[in-house]
């Protein structure tokens, strides 16, 4: 496929409310501007010399993104200053789509169906930044959808994330052709045993194509009350006839999510450069 036909569409999931960031951690050395960030919850801007996310934001542009919609709240103001006024971006444009309650993943991906178009759409995390070649090659998939599918062992000895944590991720079940059977959240000892190895992750690393919002309407909240994106993705696998073809990554995730991740994930993104 010609590069300029490739998608070039990628939504970043910003909304969360970051209730683990929140909590006070006192064995966890930060600086003060660090704590304040962490106070707000809002991850995607945790500085590490600059905002976490503008490291995120630049392996998309290596990978050949360039229209970007960040998935934000109504009181996400610093985001919107940030990356609407304060900095100038050479590679890539920035939009901003409103979800006005933090009601779940899905409903975060249904704020950016006007971005989307019928394009077909890369949906990451805010609080992730993952590896550019995995970001590329979903790029590259032809008009289907997919996931990154991360091996688990893979993510123990690479990400900053603690092996415990790992160990209760969604899990993907892979069939003999490559595409995804369907993703089993919070899997128990006896089902991780069913599966064959190497067992993979979900890190919420997706391509999608227009139906996906289809499908996000017509789930159910979950028993935490929210929409979420894995279930709307089994909706699309048993309903809609949807098939995502499963790219199994042996690399590793790092994940911003409690107070105690940020050190570490400076130090593997120190001296990255960042060109937006």
Not at 91 to 120: N, Y
Not at 130 to 155: C, H, I, K, T
Not at 227 to 242: H, I, K, M, S
Request: proline share 4%; charged share 30%.
């Amino acid at each position: 496929m010609a590069e300029s036909n490739m998608m070039d569409k990628a939504v970043i999931l910003a909304r969360g409310l970051g209730t683990r960031m929140r909590k006070d951690d006192e064995q966890v050395e930060i600086s003060q501007e660090q704590a304040a960030v962490a106070e707000t919850g809002v991850k995607a801007m945790m500085p590490i010399e600059r905002p976490f996310l503008d490291y995120v934001l630049h392996d998309l542009a290596e990978a050949g993104y360039r229209r970007i919609c960040l998935v934000i709240g109504p009181e996400h103001g610093a985001v919107r200053r940030y990356y609407g006024q304060t900095i100038t971006c050479e590679r890539l444009s920035i939009e901003f789509a409103i979800q006005e309650k933090p009601l779940g993943t899905a409903d975060a991906v249904l704020a950016a169906e006007k971005f989307a178009g019928r394009d077909h759409i890369l949906v990451i995390n805010s609080d992730n930044h993952y590896p550019r070649e995995v970001l590329r090659s979903l790029r590259e998939l032809n008009d289907q959808n997919g996931l990154a599918a991360f091996e688990r062992e893979a993510m123990i000895a690479g990400s900053n994330i603690p092996a415990e944590r790992i160990t209760r991720f969604a899990v993907v079940r892979i069939g003999k052709d490559g595409y995804m059977t369907d993703i089993i959240e919070k899997p128990d000892e006896r089902t991780l045993k069913s599966l064959k190895e190497p067992i993979c992750v979900s890190m919420n690393c997706w391509r999608f194509g227009p139906r996906i919002f289809e499908a996000c309407r017509a789930i159910k909240p979950s028993v935490r009350g929210e929409l979420e994106l894995p279930d709307a993705v089994q909706y699309a696998l048993d309903f809609l006839g949807e098939r995502f073809k499963a790219l199994v990554v042996k690399a590793a995730v790092l994940d911003m999510s409690y107070r105690a991740d940020v050190p570490l994930v400076a130090e593997k993104l120190a001296g990255q450069e960042v060109h937006l």
